[in-house]
Structures are given as structure tokens and as C-alpha cells.
């Protein structure tokens, strides 16, 4: 069992930059890739980024390639997701994920946080 909580989500304005993390409980973080998913006002929930197990791979959406990076820190069961030159259409609500393989497809994986709201302003 893993439980995920995100935090870092806030206001900021576009071309500003904010870190998410999110931190998992269980001593088996370290054997899940972890994925950033996001649900934008009135649209179904996306893939952002994800990292495989040990952090030497990861992946991205087109919308966010170069600007967000997705790094871990298995020693402190945490995951995070930089944000820079933000835009106004990356106001979303942002989940972390924890799987067992590093996917876009929601459905690979099994444990979900609760979400923080990003709000990119003009």
C-alpha cells in the first residue's frame, strides 16, 4: 500500500515557475514508477510526465516537454515535478500516480493522491 499527497500547487503568474512534490508513505516507493497527471476545468484527466523506478528514464507530454522536469528522491519517498514558463492553459488540477510500469495510461496506475490546484494567471 502507498499513499501519495501532494503539495507546491498555487498562483502564479505566466512565464513563473513553481516545484510540486509529492510524497509517498511504504517502504516499496522505490520499486514504482511515478507518473504527474493533471485535469484541467472541464476536461478529462491527462498525462503529464513520468519517471521509472530508479530515475534514469523518464517521459513527457508534448505540451510540457522543456519546460516541466519529473526527478525522484528515493532515499526521502519523494517525487517532483518542475514547472517553468508557465502558461495559462497549465491550470489544472495536478495528481501524482504511483505504478509499476512508466506509462501515459491512467490505468497503469494503482495508487493516486488528492491533487493540488495550480492557478497560471495572465
Known amino acids: 500500500q502507498v499513499q501519495l499527497a501532494e503539495s507546491g500547487g498555487g498562483l502564479v503568474q505566466a512565464g513563473g515557475s513553481l516545484r510540486l512534490s509529492c510524497a509517498a508513505s511504504g517502504r516499496t516507493f522505490s520499486s514504482y514508477a511515478m507518473g504527474w497527471f493533471r485535469q484541467a476545468p472541464g476536461k478529462e484527466r491527462a498525462f503529464v510526465a513520468a519517471?521509472?523506478?530508479?530515475?534514469?528514464?523518464?517521459n513527457y507530454a508534448e505540451s510540457v516537454k522543456g519546460r516541466f522536469t519529473i526527478s525522484r528522491d528515493n532515499a526521502k519517498n519523494l517525487v517532483y515535478l518542475q514547472m517553468n514558463s508557465l502558461k495559462t492553459e497549465d491550470t489544472a488540477v495536478y495528481y501524482c500516480a504511483a505504478g509499476g510500469a512508466r506509462t501515459t495510461r491512467e490505468d497503469g496506475y494503482v495508487y493516486w493522491g488528492q491533487g493540488t490546484q495550480v492557478i497560471v494567471s495572465p
Open positions: 519517471i521509472n523506478w530508479s530515475g534514469a528514464s523518464s
